[in-house]
């Protein structure tokens, strides 16, 4: 008994020398700011926010919050996003980690953990609360031709993929004026063209190479129909399958951006976004009136000509080479290097063919997003490295 009391008064003791040390609690200090996420960088947490709200497996189908991943896992910013290309000059498009940085108007610098572009580059749920997206202001698209003044995209919705999938600068530029033999054109690097992410440019109508002796028809629907001038590239990438049929639901549309899948060994198309009642309502096939077939038949003819020393030595002034390299399956690259050997052409203004070439060709729609436009710059080329 002497024991318990002597344990217990041991503990009072002790106690009330904790109490004394720590004197009255007062009242707590205001909240500091959010704190920023050491995985995406630079981004708090909203005010109030709950995260059973989406990450609950009773809600998860409201929200589609796993259903997106899954989608996103068949898409090509999934596995061909080329996300190890994160050094500072190339994470803002390539990952994540670049992206929300350049929409956070900070310095874009190289993504040593890079990821590729995923939930958080398009979206910003943590900190806003929503599914809303990151980009919604109207594009500025650079241009590729001498004399020419950069142009806006405003998509609606597609200005988020414009800010990826635009042009980039180009030097040296070709110019429509340049038309005399004694006007030449240098150029030392392979990849003289504006990248690959001229979607933008190929929907908005713009930054083509335009031959002065061309008359050129203008656009199709899709540049001004008030469905894709809203809704942008959505419209077509990001439709759902009808709900009255069992497939593709997560293979195509949604999340994936895919147009394209396969369906038990048969390549198939989700059209579900072209069938609207303001488009093509009785579309049965991506290759629509055979643009896809007419402007592949363009773009091989016109690799067919480039390939062709007979052809294009009429125009060399430096190596005497062809203008490309590589093939349909492999890629093609610009047949130029440094030195002795640049590729030199003169006129200059023939050089227009091999960069509206490299445009229609990266842009993968095969006419698609603009068929009008890409079948006058095909055609145009073609005429061109016919004269003599």
């Known amino acids: 008994m002497k024991k318990i009391l002597l344990l217990g008064s041991t503990l009072l003791v002790a106690s009330l020398v904790v109490s004394a040390l720590q004197g009255c609690k007062g009242p707590e200090g205001p909240a500091g700011p959010p704190g920023e996420s050491t995985i995406l960088q630079l981004e708090g947490f909203a005010e109030g926010i709950v995260c059973g709200d989406c990450h609950n497996p009773d809600t998860d189908t409201t929200y589609y919050v796993w259903a997106r991943k899954y989608q996103w896992e068949q898409s090509k910013h999934f596995y061909g996003g080329d996300y190890e290309r994160a050094g500072s000059a190339c994470a803002e498009c390539h990952t994540t980690e670049g992206f929300i940085q350049k929409t956070a108007g900070k310095t874009v610098t190289a993504a040593v953990n890079p990821s590729p ?56 530029k070709p110019d429509p004026t340049k038309t005399a033999v004694t006007d030449t054109i240098t150029i030392s690097n392979n990849r003289w063209y504006q990248h690959y992410g001229v979607q933008s440019s190929i929907l908005n109508g713009t930054g083509g190479f335009k031959f002065t002796d061309y008359t050129y028809a203008g656009n199709s629907a899709h540049t001004t129909a008030p469905l894709i001038k809203s809704e942008g590239c959505i419209q077509c990438h990001m439709a759902n399958p009808p709900m009255t049929q069992s497939y593709p639901f997560g293979v195509a549309g949604g999340h994936t951006m895919n147009i394209r899948y396969d369906l038990h060994g048969t390549p198939s198309s989700l059209l579900e976004g072209c069938k609207n009642t303001a488009c093509h309502p009785t579309i049965t096939s991506v290759d629509y009136h055979s643009v896809q077939t007419i402007v592949t038949a363009y773009l091989d ?84 490295l016919r004269k003599p």
Do not use: Q
């Not at 995209?153 to 200005?159: E, H, Y």
């Not at 030595?313 to 190596?319: F, I, L, R, S, V």
């Open 117 to 172: 572009p995923g939930c958080f580059a398009c979206h910003s749920p943590h900190s806003r609360g929503d599914f809303s997206l990151r980009v919604s202001s109207p594009v500025t698209l650079l241009a590729g031709i001498a004399g020419e003044a950069d142009v806006t995209f405003d998509f609606g919705k597609g200005n988020l993929c414009a800010s990826c999938h635009r042009p980039r600068s180009i030097s040296p």
């Open 301 to 384: 003819t016109l690799a067919t000509m480039m390939t062709d020393t007979s052809i294009v030595n009429k125009w060399n002034k430096g190596a005497k080479v062809p203008w490309l390299a590589g093939d349909a399956i492999s890629g093609y690259t610009i047949n130029a290097g440094s030195g002795s050997n640049a590729l030199k052409i003169a006129p200059a203004s023939r050089a227009g063919a091999l960069y509206n070439f490299m445009m229609v060709e990266h842009d993968l729609s095969h006419g698609v997003h603009n068929s009008v436009y890409v079948i006058d710059l095909l055609k145009s080329s073609l005429a061109e």
